[in-house]
């Protein structure tokens, strides 16, 4: 061989001895980082991988693929059956999604209109002052109030079957609405329980009839269904448990419902991928963009006010980078899809355990893969502001009892370390100090998602007492108003016992004073809780208020049974 040509070669085979070492090495790195990240993953669920524990599957995806998918914990306590991706899950409200699509899809085909008033369809609706609207039921801003919740107040315990027409009644016995269409946003599951009805009085299917020919046939999502019959057997299927009140192991916490629409979706890791990726190449027909664009657009309140909420999917932020997610919950299953669409990154967890928070998890789960693409601190979970120091007397002038007119609950404020303490809503809350009137806490949750809320204090002349204006996230503020708290003698607490009843939740109370507390008796959601005296003719059970009312001879003829989170205030009658 010429010399030249010798010397060639002998760079030619350096050359490619080099790119295939540098490529080996970038190759070993890459692995190296992947198998880092995904030890960092499998110590998040480590609590619960192991075979007398619940637990979850997960699939991360990047990039129109599954780059890890996994399962943890048992499907079947009895059973000693693992969990893998291919388990199927209770979703919860992520159900709410694939309703909300169905009736995007029914509205191109002309079946329906958005802004149809929903009477059109289910006629026994009470004829409001203001129509409700199909869109008003898709962005929670019916002022219906929430049917899950008026099941707990007229003792309809979740272990027992319930049909559609029970609760459409009860949802019909309702003579007022929180709030006028429109103008505000209440996440209420009636809204979606009534879109699965209109979905089959305008399509002839039933919602699991159409989901299924609509979207998941075309979406070959082969193992998911809505299950609007409990007793039908779904392969694979984890069971739901709770944890038990003693905390000492688990508890079967599975659904006997064949309500649909606001939830009643069972589904898989594996399928829920095939949905995600859909909203990046739509499948489901009609004009491809126009449908993904419309069901990722959030509504608006009449004000003009832009919401969180699309189409059962909430648009909104994490760390500076645009999120879609959306949790559920139901029984002893909770879930979360979360996804960065400019990433092409998603985590879907879908868990078996109500003691898992899937919401913190998956974002735990970003955070490790996406790290250096975050612009900043989500200002949702960890407040940007500084706090200050305050003088110990700053902090005890403001200590001391609050109340809460709209529910009649009881804020207990205490100075401690720095810091006003809150016990409320049946936990401890610590508030820092912004400035001398304003304070802040992170500790607070809205639908498992960390909010901040803030206490802001201020004082009106003649009154030389501090008010406090209470902001919990987005929520409207709430006044809590100092107060002196009643303390009735147990002759007192004797006018307050009898029977009250309710024709809007068709339920009788029976009030009972024992052992020098009041109770109610066979109300589930009320078992063993004492009314607690708050101001005078006001008492608290847990989260619901009390304010009972006299008549023109001060004997007792009623209470009102207030709600503040749901905005609700409920009469009852006294009858005995």
Known sequence: ??????????????????????????????????????????????????????????????????????????????????????????????????????????ARQGKLSLDDDIRKYIPDIPNYANIITIRNLIYHTSGLRDYSQLMALAGMPDENHYSYSQVIDLLTRQKELTFKPGDQHLY??????????????????????????????????????????????????????????????????????????????????????????????????????ELIDQVLTPG???????????????????????????????????????????????????????????????????????????????SKELPTQKFINLPAKDLEDKAGTYL???????????????????????GEFQFSPLTNTKFLSTQFQVMTVPVQTILEFSKSSPNPRWTATLTIGAQPPVTLEPADLATPTPAQLAEYAGDYFSDELDVTYKIRLENGNLFIKDIPAFNGLPLKPTVKDSFVAGGPGFSFVRDSQRKISGFTLRLAMQRTNIAFTKRR
């Not at 809460?404 to 049946?426: H, M, S, T, Y």
């Open 1 to 106: 061989m010429h010399r030249r040509s010798l010397r060639c070669a002998l760079f030619t085979v350096l050359t490619v001895g080099i790119c295939v070492s540098a490529f080996a090495g970038v190759a070993s790195a890459q692995a190296a980082s992947e198998s880092s990240a995904i030890e960092k993953v499998n110590r998040l669920f480590a609590r619960w991988d192991k075979t007398d524990s619940p637990g979850c599957a997960l699939a991360i995806i990047k990039d129109g693929q599954i780059i890890y998918k996994h399962g943890y914990g048992t499907a079947d306590l009895e059973r000693n059956v693992p969990i893998t991706p291919a388990t199927v899950f209770d979703i919860g409200s992520i159900a709410k999604q694939f309703t909300a699509m169905s009736i995007a899809l029914l």
């Open 188 to 289: 209420s599951n009636s809204g979606y329980l009534l879109l699965s009805v209109i979905v089959k009085k305008a399509s002839g299917q039933s919602l699991r009839e159409f989901a299924a020919e609509n979207i998941f046939k075309r979406l070959e999502m082969n193992n998911t269904r809505f299950v609007d019959d409990y007793t039908f057997i779904v392969k694979n299927r984890a069971i739901g448990y709770s944890t038990r009140d003693d905390g000492n192991g688990y508890r079967l916490a599975s659904s006997v419902s064949d309500l649909v629409g606001d939830g009643g979706l069972l589904t898989t890791v594996e399928d829920l991928f095939l949905w995600d990726q859909n909203f990046y190449e739509n499948k489901l027909g009609g004009v491809r963009k």
């Open 300 to 378: 608006k309140l009449n004000n003009g006010a832009i919401l969180e909420y699309a189409f059962g999917q909430r648009i909104t932020e994490y760390k500076g980078l645009p999120i879609v997610r959306h949790g559920g919950e139901s029984g002893g299953y909770v879930s979360e899809i979360i996804r960065f669409p400019a990433q092409r990154f998603a985590v879907i967890l879908l868990a078996s355990t109500d003691s898992m928070n899937a919401a913190r998890i998956t974002k735990q789960v970003a955070d490790i893969y996406l790290a250096d693409q975050f612009k900043q601190v989500d």
């Open 404 to 426: 809460n007119p709209r529910n009649g609950a009881v804020w207990r404020l205490a100075a401690k370390d720095g810091k006003l303490v809150a016990n409320a809503r049946g």
